[in-house]
Every structure is written in structure tokens, then in C-alpha cells.
């Protein structure tokens, strides 16, 4: 594909219910990377996947929050239990190793 | 600890007026990138310069890793450039991350 791709781009959902966040990375890129931007802040980085393993989960803000990812290809975050303070855009990136991160134009979550 | 700073956090200029935004980073790096964040919400890639110095078109920058920071140079700026600047790193020593800066918001005025 020519670039990386997030569905849903926007998704509203009640407090407490489970959500599905999922990204298609630039074909052939091996790293993948999921961060968080709540609204006016900056980038908050959340995991990183080489290949389908995660060697850096340091930014997951709770066990209600968890990835996976197939092989070299897709991604999907899942959100458990969902809360306001989880409302945000959830962005997706992907890369070569040691080559710039392409990101996609990412889900915006909102939790009622 | 590792931080990525950037300065000034907001910027208002006239069309067509030039300014330089800089990025200062606490640790050798091997990846630093410049984005472009738009109105929209999207993040456009600028540059990537780990080191030395990149050009396209109007825009411009300069990594010195030595002295750990990077500057990024708009020239006869445009409505269009208006947004926030995102510096983002990832540190020398077995980290996989880009860790970004804060921003610089940019406000460009006709």
C-alpha cells in the first residue's frame, strides 16, 4: 500500500466497553509503533513491535490496554473497559529498522 | 533523564516572514526526524537527519549531534505552514522509540 492505514478513523464508544483499534503498515516494514495524542499534547509513545514481537511495551498506561501484531503486518490495539481519560487519537507508524517512522493519519477515540 | 526540548512552544508570523525553530536533545541519537502536524491532525514527515543538513524547497535543517541539537529554518513562510513542528528522537544506546518534543505551534497570518 502507499501508506500506512488506521481503522477506524474515528470511533465513539460508552465508558466501560472494549475497543479495536487497527493498523496496516507500509508493506515491508518490520517495525511498527503505536502512540497516543491527547488533544493539544504531544506524542505519547505506547509499544513497539520488530517483526510480531514486542520488545518495548514501557508506554502501555495499564493492563486494560494491549497490542499484537501478525507476522510483518497488521497491528491492533485493544482498549479494555474503556474510560474518558482514554478519549485521544491513537496513532500508528511503521518503518525499516533505522529508517524514519511514516505515520498514519491515525483513530480518534472518544469515550462518552 | 532523556528529554527532547523544543523552542519557542508558540509562534505567530506575517506571510512570508522567515524563522527558525530549534530542537535541543539530552543524549547522542541515531534517528531525529522533523514533522509537520496540520490543522487536519496529520503528521507529515519533514526531514530525516540524525546529522548535517537536508533542504526541500523552502524549508531547511541542521542537526550538530555533537552539540545535541537541531534547528529547523522556514523561509517566506506561507499560510499553509501553519501547524505545530514536531522534533522526535530515538537516543544511541539500545532504544527503540522516537520520543518526541513537545512542539511548536505555528500560526501564520496573511
Known amino acids: 500500500g502507499a501508506g500506512v492505514s488506521q481503522s477506524p478513523s474515528n470511533k465513539v464508544t460508552e465508558k466501560g466497553k472494549d475497543v479495536e483499534l487497527r493498523c496496516d503498515p507500509i508493506s515491508g516494514h518490520t517495525a511498527l509503533y503505536w502512540y497516543r495524542q491527547r488533544l493539544g499534547q504531544g506524542l505519547e509513545f505506547l509499544i513497539y513491535?520488530?517483526?510480531?514481537?514486542?520488545?518495548?511495551k514501557s508506554g502501555l498506561p495499564s493492563d486494560r490496554f494491549s497490542a499484537e501484531r501478525t507476522g510483518e503486518s497488521v497491528s491492533t490495539l485493544t482498549i479494555q473497559r474503556t474510560q474518558q481519560e482514554d478519549s485521544a487519537v491513537y496513532l500508528c507508524?511503521?518503518?525499516?529498522?533505522?529508517?524514519?517512522?511514516?505515520f498514519g493519519n491515525g483513530t480518534r477515540l472518544t469515550v462518552t | 533523564g532523556i528529554q527532547v526540548e523544543q523552542s519557542p512552544p508558540d509562534l505567530i508570523l506575517q506571510e512570508g516572514a522567515n524563522s527558525t525553530l530549534r530542537c535541543n536533545f539530552s543524549d547522542s541519537v541515531n534517528n531525529l526526524q522533523w514533522f509537520h502536524q496540520n490543522p487536519w491532525g496529520q503528521l507529515i514527515n519533514l526531514f530525516y537527519?540524525?546529522?548535517g543538513t537536508k533542504q526541500n524547497g523552502r524549508l531547511s535543517a541542521t542537526t550538530v549531534a555533537t552539540e545535541r541539537y537541531s534547528l529547523l529554518y522556514i523561509s517566506s513562510s506561507q499560510t499553509t505552514d501553519s501547524g505545530v513542528y514536531f522534533c522526535?528522537?530515538?537516543?544511541?544506546?539500545?532504544?527503540?522509540?522516537?520520543?518526541f518534543g513537545a512542539g511548536t505551534r505555528l500560526a501564520v497570518h496573511p
Open positions: 513491535f520488530q517483526g510480531n514481537s514486542a520488545p518495548d
Open positions: 522526535a528522537v530515538r537516543f544511541s544506546g539500545g532504544y527503540n522509540k522516537l520520543i
Open positions: 507508524a511503521s518503518s525499516f529498522i533505522d529508517s524514519p517512522l511514516h
Open positions: 537527519i540524525p546529522s
